[in-house]
């Protein structure tokens, strides 16, 4: 079998890749069959030999070789160069009389003759073996070697195309395009000219060379300055800014061959006659004569090409100015074009600076006045969709990147009006100079539709490259073709000869004040700045991608010898720079072959332009010769796409009438024999008889007089399948491209066509014909690519129409769309006047076009069938592909690709059909209806699905003379009701969108088994069906439209391959609705979910006067989370609510900003503030606000307790609050010290009440007022003086007394002042405040009083408020609030409820306290959530005016209330928790440590832990609420502290041995030696701050430490490390008594040098737990207290 197989290729190899050659065109002509062992791939023909490339990459040579030494190599059988055998060669070219070759790594081989450099070799005449030619870019640092890609040799030169899509050449003559004047040039050299163009092929004739460079096409006008050369018109001056009007002044190189002297010397010439230009010795530039022509020719030459110059404008089309002022300007034009001298003088170059600013000016306004007028090389182009409705905001598209090997020149048909409302045709705009088409033509029917709301920019990209493959196949990269873009600099325009590279270079460093205005630099400048060492970018390298496709938009340069008319600029004279065919700019030429001494161009289009030398006849047209390209006129039908040139003939491969190709020749007749007649020759191209003999010919080869060609024979039919693709999309693409040229653009020029279009209609065409140009360009890429395909790669899975379908299946369907919409709204009947008009009455070229047999074709159908015609393309598309899968395996991948490919095209082309007949029946329903009544229904994107004209479809209850007509189009169901049975007189109908209307089989009593339920979001109705097929029928088509409507959703062109499979539509979807019913949503629009009719899930509703809802619905109704704002007439600004909603109702926690500036954050029910909340009145709550409360609402008022800070006045209230006003007990601080409690009244201090100054000044008494003093009561004074009686008057002036003052005797002073203040008994308990804050907490755990309710349930709406909350953080992307990754697992491990079976053991109490931890850390867990807020009510009430040292007993009470009630939230969560004061015993096997015990020892001494709130909630409350708390202590011990400390001071200065001598310590216990950094020292009479430090140091962490068990464990380290030192001098066995004990604590708390000991010891004898007090930490602790006590009452006189 293997070997069957082998065999079997083998065969098939002998087939493909044939090379056949012959001479002459004459009947007698037989092909020579090349015999190789392998298949050719490319062929090179030279004077009289030639270059076969095989598979394998190995190069064989045939035909004279003089430079071979061997005699073997004269033979005519090819022989094998075998210094190239181990080098992988791609691509081989043949010059007159050498031989060049490409390997795979990119080198360059050259042989042959040398004798002029044309090898590269220096130092030798003959090459004969193939030699490597180094070349490499010293631009670049360091130097690199340059991948080249294709080479192409001439009679004694090479050029050569780089990766990078450069050229470089060398070799001898002006056809190089170098400048210098030293030939020959043996070391490759770049063509600077051309250096920043993307060129993509190159060609040499016998001394001229060509290339194909890629562009933009041109602007359309070129103004003609006077400050350009008067020979070539380049730039003769070059600015680098025209703002800074800096100008360069360099050496001008004219392309003709000139060099121009400095304007200096030109100044007494008055005129600009080439002829008083000086002489220039061309002997000088190392020319001869016959290269360059004389002075003599050059003074003639201008006068010719003024003649030719009127030539080329009569070939190329004309363009259509955008405004009738650009007119005079380009007659200006025309008449300076005589004048070719630079500026003469000084006062003309001001002159010229003048005008170039205006012009930036001018400029500068076009800008502003016009969309896009900035040139292509200035600007990106993108496509510009959005609009600026007046009610809508402008919605932004996401920019693409311009791509011009994907772009169109959609400005085809994109008119504009102009300043007289006279529409005019862009045909010949450039892509960058996009305008805004039918600005004011859209009317209103149109806003809605979303289809026709996209204006067609002309800068539109065609394709983007987002297959999933991104790079190329490299089997489809041509050898010689290279048509791919580039991503550098692809919106340059090539059409001038400028070095684009400086334009970059400027664009990049130019300041951003400026306007992007540059101007054009010459290529010396270039050099002198040397712009590439400098970091400049010429061009892309070439290992980025490039797209599948290539590029239609090219221009053909030419440089060289031109005295026989070769270079195609309209004279005979050489150029020694590269300059650009201008009539070759706009026709789309793929491809530039080079003859001898002529020159060859074959476009898209399949047409061939020839110029130079005809005197054989080789231009295949009668001019002879020709100096500009002319265009070979074929047969019809006749379709070129390849092409060859030789020494003086040119041989065609095209298609005909069959997909075969054939073969013409035009040129010489090549006589057998040497005696025969000579001079025979054809002028126009003749068949050759024996192409249909070889096979199918791939590509031709000509050089010399010998001609041949590459075959491929028909193997399983694949050859053929692959032609005839070809040949049908190149045939497709000629069809298109007349119907762009011959239809549409005279159409589009026809001033009236607005006129019988009307607005609407005028707009879809223009529409039409963008997407159209969109579908031509496409199709000629893919015809030019499979060009290519058939002459390189056969991989089929790199087929475009394969691999990029999606970009086909796209452009088709966008083409539908426009189709169908113009058809519906009637455009082509109203298109038949104006194109009868434009194209005769009879419209015969359509008819010609579309090829129709039948006669008498409406005109209107002729035209629907024309725009129709390219859809039919589609079908051919499947069948090919189909014939093509035949040729592969059924497994294979390529068969898999095909077919996927065929079936989505087999499945396109039946929706389009499918789309056509709904808009041909949608057209004849509005044909037939020609009531003005539902004439407003009638839009473009709108297609019939059916109607109940024949009564099908009644609605219950109807009137007994009432009509009404139902009608489904694809987007809404129209109910039309009228009172007279005719359908073209309605009174009123109602239209229901789709995508809000749900249908459903409904039945009762009244309508049986057939009604129909429909249900919209404003009103519900029953329908009866006249059958029960008529129910099923309009069931089934109201679920289909509305499944299908929802499926396109805003993108109207959309079109799924499947189709819809659903029965039903979704219940739940998303869509918009505009309420038009009175009621609260009148006129408001619903943008989100719907269910079932009503808003449901995630939505926006806008009403006209601003306000907005943005949130969740629930059955129509707000409900859940929102953001609400409604507009403040008054203020001017907006009110704002954020936060939940219930049943259409702020209810729940939420943010409410008020247009005043308040700020209220808080609970809400029933849209009043109701709960817990904090109002902050002032400036939009700024720090500066006025007041803050935050308390408890009822029903939008204050009632309950709160706490309000009067800014303003500097007091704050605590205490009771009812109906806004304060009421019940409370406490004011103030700002001065003052403190007050006791009872208010209506808003104000009434009853009893105790009043305390900062100095202990004290009155209490009855009050009538704020600070008013009205009845008994009693003053005491610091001193102990007290009155007793009536008090009348304001506190702080003066008091009326009417009492008994009490003055205490000497002896009684020391009584009176240890007397304690009473405060306390007129405040509110700790238990009542915040309850609000409690109840809920307790809600959200759904218990509707505080301890009543479900313990699962509890704990199941904690997983639900973390998961909601979760969500919703992930979901606020930009909210500063998102939440960590560790916050997100922490919230995941707090919704693992902690499991316990039993009583709690030591590892479940372990296991809940970690959990409450983390719980009390994460704000969004209900405990969380309680702390955070308990911490902020407390920072608002102690901190600022409330830290006064009057409301420290409050402060602690509070902490202790927090403590009790979060410790019976935390039982009821966890109910096998034992009560306040529990013991849980230890487990055996572990030992509790001190970090997470109460206590270690029990009653029974057992090890385990009581259970205390203090233990278990201290650590995580006290550390937030210590800095308050802690300053009310300091304030409340100051005088204490400040006695303590100065004599901890004064006691400080003794070293330590007196210091324990004063002390009474006994001087067995002074330590007798200290150890200092390792080393002991003996403890001296000098000797500080070093007896027991390490005891010190450990005292003095309590001050880092914040509840009272950690300040305890400090205590207990301390008096350990006391132990430790002690034991340590008098044993092991050593036991303290307090005599001994006290003396050493009390020295250790003096050195430790505590500044606030006084308030830590409070602390924590306030709040230690209560289990501690009795233990050995309870000893501790009283021994440092009694330490503090006795600092205090030290006596330091003796020391």
């Not at 092909?31 to 030999?49: D, F, S, T």
């Not at 099908?952 to 009701?977: E, K, M, P």
């Not at 939009?1180 to 800014?1207: E, R, T």
Request: glycine share 8%; with cysteine; net charge negative.
């Amino acid at each position: 079998m293997e070997g069957q197989k082998s065999s079997e290729e083998d065969e098939a190899s002998q087939k493909r890749g044939v090379l056949y050659k012959w001479q002459g065109y004459s009947c007698t002509v037989n092909p020579e069959k090349v015999l190789l062992p392998r298949p050719v791939l490319q062929a090179a023909l030279g004077i009289n030999h030639g270059v076969l490339l095989t598979e394998g990459g190995l190069v064989y040579s045939f035909g004279e070789q003089p430079w071979k030494q061997d005699v073997r190599s004269q033979a005519g059988d090819p022989v094998l160069e075998s210094s190239l055998k181990d080098l992988l060669v791609v691509c081989v070219s043949a010059g007159s009389f050498h031989c060049g070759a490409i390997t795979e790594d990119g080198g360059v081989h050259m042989w042959g003759e040398n004798s002029n450099g044309q090898c590269g070799v220096s130092g030798l005449s003959l090459v004969p073996n193939p030699t490597r030619v180094s070349i490499v870019d010293n631009e670049t640092g360091p130097p690199e070697h340059v991948w080249t890609l294709d080479v192409a040799c001439g009679a004694q030169h090479t050029i050569a195309l780089s990766g990078k899509h450069e050229v470089w050449a060398w070799g001898t003559g002006c056809q190089l395009g170098l400048v210098t004047n030293v030939f020959p040039v043996w070391k490759p050299q770049k063509v600077e000219h051309l250096s920043g163009r993307y060129v993509v092929q190159i060609a040499c004739g016998g001394f001229h060379s060509l290339a194909l460079v890629r562009s933009l096409p041109p602007p359309g006008s070129h103004h003609q300055c006077m400050d350009k050369c008067g020979q070539c018109k380049q730039q003769r001056y070059t600015m680098i800014d025209k703002d800074d009007h800096v100008i360069i002044s360099d050496s001008h190189y004219c392309p003709l061959g000139v060099e121009l002297t400095d304007a200096k010397q030109d100044q007494k010439s008055k005129q600009g006659s080439p002829a008083l230009t000086p002489k220039t010795d061309l002997s000088d530039l190392g020319f001869s004569e016959d290269f360059c022509p004389s002075q003599k020719a050059l003074d003639g030459s201008y006068q010719e090409d003024t003649e030719v110059k009127k030539e080329e404008l009569r070939n190329e089309p004309s363009s259509v100015s955008m405004t009738d002022s650009s007119k005079a300007p380009q007659q200006h034009l025309t008449k300076l074009r005589t004048k070719s001298s630079p500026y003469p003088d000084e006062q003309a170059l001001k002159d010229y600076l003048k005008r170039m600013s205006d012009q930036s000016v001018t400029e500068h306004f076009e800008t502003l006045s016009m969309a896009g007028s900035r040139p292509p090389s200035r600007q990106t182009s993108l496509k510009d969709p959005y609009r600026l409705d007046q009610s809508d905001k402008p919605t932004f598209p996401s920019l693409v990147k311009l791509s011009t090997s994907n772009s169109f020149e959609l400005s085809d048909f994109a008119p504009v009006t102009s300043q007289d409302n006279t529409p005019h045709s862009l045909i010949n705009s450039p892509i960058g100079q996009a305008t805004s088409p039918m600005e004011d033509s859209v009317c209103d029917s149109l806003h809605n539709d979303s289809d026709n709301n996209e204006v067609v920019s002309p800068s539109d990209p065609i394709t983007t490259n987002d297959s999933e493959e991104d790079t190329c196949d490299t089997g489809l990269v041509p050898l010689r073709n290279h048509l791919y873009p580039d991503e550098s600099l692809e919106a340059v325009n090539s059409a001038s000869l400028i070095d684009v590279r400086i334009d970059f270079k400027e664009e990049h460093s130019r300041r951003r004040s400026l306007p992007t205005l540059l101007t054009e630099v010459s290529p010396l400048v270039l050099h002198r700045t040397n712009l590439s060492r400098n970091g400049v970018s010429t061009t892309s390298d070439g290992s980025e991608k490039e797209d599948l496709l290539p590029s239609l938009f090219t221009e053909v340069w030419s440089w060289g010898r031109g005295q026989e008319g070769q270079l195609g600029h309209g004279d005979v004279l050489p150029r020694l720079q590269p300059l650009g065919i201008k009539s070759l700019s706009k026709m789309e030429v793929v491809k530039i072959v080079a003859g001898s001494n002529h020159s060859l161009a074959i476009t898209a289009q399949c047409q061939v332009y020839s110029w130079g030398s005809s005197k054989f006849g080789q231009l295949g047209n009668m001019n002879s010769p020709s100096t500009v390209p002319h265009l070979v006129k074929m047969s019809d039908g006749i379709r070129v796409w390849d092409a060859a040139g030789g020494q003086t003939h040119t041989v065609l491969l095209a298609d005909g009438d069959c997909f075969q190709p054939i073969l013409y020749y035009t040129g010489e007749q090549i006589q057998p024999r040497a005696d025969s007649q000579t001079g025979t020759y054809t002028q126009t191209p003749a068949l050759l008889p024996f192409c249909m003999k070889i096979g199918y010919v791939s590509s031709v080869i000509a050089g010399g007089v010998n001609c041949a060609a590459l075959a491929d024979q028909n193997v399983m039919g694949f050859i053929a399948t692959l032609h005839e693709l070809a040949s049908a999309e190149r045939k497709f693409y000629c069809s298109l491209s007349k119907m762009k040229s011959q239809i549409l653009r005279p159409l589009l020029a026809q001033e009236n066509l607005k006129s019988y279009l009307g607005k609407i209609s005028m707009h879809l065409f223009q529409k039409m014909a963008g997407c159209f140009s969109r579908l031509c360009h496409l199709t000629g890429q893919n015809s030019t690519s499979l060009t290519q395909f058939l002459q390189h790669s056969r991989d089929v899975k790199s087929l475009a129409i394969v691999r990029k379908a999606a970009l086909f299946l796209d452009t088709y369907k966008d083409y539908s769309g426009p189709v169908g919409n113009f058809l519906v709204m009637g455009g082509f009947q109203a298109l038949v006047k104006p194109s009868q008009e434009c194209l005769g009455k009879k419209l015969d070229l359509i008819q010609k076009l579309l090829e129709l047999k039948e006669k008498n074709v409406a005109p209107s159908d002729l035209l629907l069938n024309l725009f129709y015609m390219p859809l039919q393309h589609l079908r051919d598309y499947g069948r090919l592909l189909l014939k093509l899968a035949t040729c592969f395996d059924v497994t294979s991948v390529e068969y898999q690709r095909i077919q996927d490919g065929c079936l989505q095209y087999e499945v396109l082309a039946h929706l389009l059909s499918k789309q056509r007949k709904e808009a041909e029946t949608t057209h004849t329903f509005w044909k037939n209806f020609s009531g003005k009544s539902l004439e407003s229904l009638r839009k473009p994107s709108r297609r019939l699905v059916c109607e109940s004209g024949n009564k099908g479809l009644t609605l219950q209850n109807a009137g007994r003379f009432s009509v009404n007509w139902f009608i489904l189009f694809n987007d809404a169901l129209v109910h039309a009701q009228g009172t007279i049975p005719s359908k073209k007189f309605f009174s009123s109908h109602f239209v229901y969108s789709l995508a809000t209307l749900w249908v459903e089989p409904f039945s009762d009593e009244s309508v049986g088994l057939l009604g129909l339920k429909l249900t919209t979001p404003e009103e519900s109705f029953v329908v009866l069906a006249s059958s029960p097929e008529e129910k099923g029928k309009w069931l089934w088509a109201i679920n289909q439209a509305v499944d299908d409507a929802l499926g396109i959703g805003l993108d109207r062109r959309g079109i799924s391959f499947s189709g819809s499979q659903r029965v039903e539509p979704p219940i739940s979807r998303t869509a918009t609705h505009t309420f038009t019913k009175e009621g609260r949503l009148k006129d408001a629009t619903y943008i989100g979910r719907w269910l079932s009719g009503k808003p449901n899930g995630k939505g926006t509703l806008k009403w006209p006067d601003g306000t907005i809802y943005c949130g969740t619905f629930k059955n129509g109704l707000e409900d859940g989370f929102g953001d609400y704002m409604m507009p403040n007439k008054t203020f001017n600004k907006y009110d704002r609510y954020k936060g939940h909603w219930k049943e259409g109702r702020m209810h729940g926690f939420g943010t409410f900003w008020y247009a005043t500036g308040e700020v209220y954050e808080g609970s809400f029910q029933d849209n009043q503030r109701h709960g817990h909340g904090m109002l902050s009145s002032g400036r939009l709550a700024s720090p500066s606000s006025s007041s803050v409360f935050i308390g408890q609402w009822l029903h939008d008022k204050k009632n309950g307790y709160g706490v309000f800070d009067d800014i303003t006045k500097g007091e704050k209230y605590m205490g009771m609050w009812m109906e806004d006003q304060r009421q019940g007990s409370g406490v004011v601080v103030t700002q001065f010290g003052l403190y007050y409690e006791g009872a208010f009244s209506n808003n104000k201090m009434m009853g009893n009440g105790l009043l305390l100054c900062d100095d202990d000044t004290a009155f209490e008494g009855e009050f009538s007022e704020d600070w008013v003093l009205n009845g008994k009561g009693a003053l005491s004074m610091p001193n102990g003086d007290t009155f007793d009686g009536i008090f009348v008057g304001e506190w702080g002036s003066d008091l009326k007394v009417a009492g008994t003052f009490i003055k205490p005797g000497l002896y009684d002073t020391e009584k009176k002042e240890n007397m304690p203040l009473v405060v306390g008994r007129y405040v509110v308990p700790a238990e009542q405040k915040w309850r609000a804050v409690f109840e809920e907490c307790w809600s959200r755990l759904g218990c509707e009083t505080p301890g009543q309710g479900d313990n699962e349930r509890a704990w199941e709406n904690i997983a639900v408020i973390l998961t909601t909350s979760r969500r919703q953080q992930k979901e606020s992307v930009c909210s500063p609030g998102t939440l960590s990754r560790s916050q997100c697992k922490m919230l995941e491990s707090l919704e693992v409820i902690p499991q316990h079976v039993g009583p709690v053991t030591a590892e479940t109490y372990d296991t809940i306290r970690r959990y409450i931890v983390k719980s009390c850390d994460t704000p969004l867990h209900p405990l969380g959530w309680l702390l955070e807020t308990l911490v902020t009510l407390y920072r608002m009430t102690y901190v600022g005016v409330g830290s006064n040292r009057r409301l420290l007993q409050q402060a602690v009470q509070e902490i202790q209330s927090y403590l009790k009630r979060i410790f019976e939230l935390i039982g009821f969560l966890f109910p096998g928790l034992p009560e306040e004061g529990g013991f849980i015993s230890e487990s055996s096997g572990r030992r509790p440590s001190d970090s997470l015990c109460s206590s270690i020892n029990s009653d029974t001494g057992q090890q385990g832990w009581i259970v205390s709130s203090s233990s278990l909630l201290m650590p995580v409350l006290l550390p937030r609420l210590y800095p308050p708390l802690f300053m009310l202590y300091t304030l409340e011990r100051e005088r204490e502290e400040e006695v303590y400390w100065d004599c901890v001071l004064r006691l400080n200065k003794q070293p330590d041995l007196s210091l324990l001598t004063f002390l009474g310590v006994p001087q067995k216990f002074w330590p007798v030696s200290i150890s200092v950094l390792g080393e002991k020292k003996e403890v001296l009479a000098s000797t500080k701050d070093a007896c027991f430090a390490t005891a010190v140091e450990t005292l003095q962490q309590i001050s880092t430490t914040f509840t009272p068990a950690d300040k305890l464990q400090v205590i207990q380290l301390t008096f350990e490390d006391v132990t430790q030192e002690v034991q340590a001098v008098l044993g092991h066995d050593f036991l303290w008594c307090m005599d001994d004990l006290f003396p050493i604590f009390l020295y250790i708390v003096l050195r430790a040098r505590i500044r606030n000991l006084g308030s830590e010891v409070s602390l924590i004898e306030d709040l230690m737990d209560p289990a501690l007090q009795h233990g050995e930490l309870g000893l501790m602790f009283t021994t440092l207290k009694a330490c503090y006590y006795q600092i205090q009452n030290e006596k330091t006189t003796g020391i």
